[in-house]
């Protein structure tokens, strides 16, 4: 597999410096929310006429996360309406810009959580983007400089234009469908995986078994490490071990998460609701780190610094993953036969699957059918 260093290379070699649009851009169907409490609605949007060093891409699937169901019914606080969300974008190359290399119209292609950075700070120039110094551009709901201060549209929608440099390679052995959740879900739990050097010999806990935490199970026992997943109900006990794990805690159960205490090297916490770190603490080894990938949605109690301090243990998080780190993740689910399970649903169902979302009602990951935007209801509002 090529080192993230060469894959970064290549996906962002210089370019002449960006032309300029050439017409007023095209519309396309679109489904997002025009307030915080209108739901999901038919929509029109006008996508820019691609640069020179951009690529036009025909959506064929577009993930649906959590993260969406926060932004669009206002959770996050105010947002740029009306806002068409979707980070987890698959789909096929349209057109190229005259500068971009590396891209063919046919390709199968994903636009994962950011479609812009500065490129030019410290944590850019290392492959990190998503920890860009002045702000990465997000993939929807962000203001984008480089286009007058546009606001971003997200992937539920026909098409979607995006500079080369932030669009990544779907190979071939990957269902395209199944691809997306991977642009999101897949890096988030990767990227920690790897900074931690998960492997062979290596013991893994994975906290909640959700969009997030399937993922972190498979990836992790893909590396070959030992996996442990931590669930309140042995209901799931069942599912964990048929995505790979080798060990399921019932953390309502005292003595079971007793026994786990001081076996695991790494811990990836996907769990989005309020809950106690210092359970997960208690079953690291010496120098075991403890990674927040979820935001929860209510105060946590405090981290215990005692527990920290007398085994050496990391408190972090993580977010995502940068460019090159991105297309790691795609050719290693692709080599190594992972990917999410999903369930594919279309644009009028849009909002019943952000209510099944929300009741944890899935198995793991909502992927919608682009396609299905054409036969969906009459734009409500056109936005320019």
Same mark, same amino acid.
């Given at each position: ?46 996508r820019r006429e691609p640069q020179a060093d951009d690529v036009e891409i025909d959506i064929e699937f577009c993930g649906l996360c959590h ?80 286009? *007058?201060? #546009? +606001? =971003? ?7 979607? !234009?995006? /500079? $080369? @440099? ?28 790897r900074r931690f050097g998960v492997g062979p010999g290596r013991r893994v806990g994975v906290v909640g078994l959700g969009g997030l935490g ?9 590396? *070959?490490? #030992? +996996? =442990? ?7 799931? !006990?069942? /599912? $964990? @071990? ?60 405090? +981290? ?81």
């Amino acid at each position: 597999m090529p080192s993230a260093d060469t894959i970064r290379e290549n996906l962002l070699e210089e370019r002449p410096g960006r032309g300029t649009p050439s017409g007023d851009g095209s519309e396309v169907r679109a489904y997002g929310a025009t307030s915080a409490s209108s739901g999901l609605v038919p929509l029109t949007l006008t996508r820019r006429e691609p640069q020179a060093d951009d690529v036009e891409i025909d959506i064929e699937f577009c993930g649906l996360c959590h993260s969406d169901v926060h932004a669009t019914r206002g959770e996050w606080g105010e947002r740029p309406w009306p806002l068409v969300p979707g980070h987890e974008i698959v789909g096929r190359v349209r057109r190229t810009g005259s500068a971009v290399r590396g891209f063919a119209v046919g390709d199968h292609v994903g636009v994962g959580c950011m479609v812009d950075s500065c490129r030019e700070c410290a944590r850019c120039r290392a492959g990190l983007e998503q920890y860009c110094e002045r702000g990465m551009v997000a993939t929807y709901g962000a203001p984008d400089p480089r286009h *007058g201060g #546009e +606001v =971003t549209q997200g992937g539920y929608s026909e098409r979607i !234009v995006v /500079d $080369a @440099a932030y669009v990544l390679r779907i190979p071939a052995a990957l269902d395209p469908a199944a691809a997306a959740p991977i642009l999101c879900a897949g890096i988030t739990t990767y990227s920690p995986l790897r900074r931690f050097g998960v492997g062979p010999g290596r013991r893994v806990g994975v906290v909640g078994l959700g969009g997030l935490g399937h993922m972190a199970v498979k990836l992790a026992a893909a590396m *070959g490490a #030992e +996996v =442990t997943v931590f669930t309140r109900t042995d209901a799931k !006990v069942a /599912d $964990a @071990a048929q995505l790979g794990a080798h060990r399921v805690v019932v953390t309502t159960d005292t003595a079971q998460l007793e026994a786990a205490a001081g076996t695991l090297d790494v811990v990836l916490d996907t769990v989005a609701a309020p809950h106690d770190p210092n359970d997960y603490l208690s079953v690291l080894r010496f120098d075991g780190a403890l990674v927040a990938l979820s935001l929860p949605s209510g105060d946590m109690p405090p +981290v215990r610094a005692g527990a920290l301090i007398r085994r050496r243990l990391t408190y972090t998080g993580s977010l995502i993953g940068g460019i090159a780190e991105t297309q790691e993740v795609l050719d290693f689910c692709a080599e190594h036969g992972v990917a999410p399970q999903i369930e594919v649903v279309t644009a009028e169902s849009l909002n019943e699957a952000y209510d099944r979302m929300v009741a944890s009602d899935v198995k793991y990951r909502f992927v919608l059918d682009a396609a299905s935007l054409r036969g969906a209801g009459a734009p409500s509002r056109r936005e320019q």
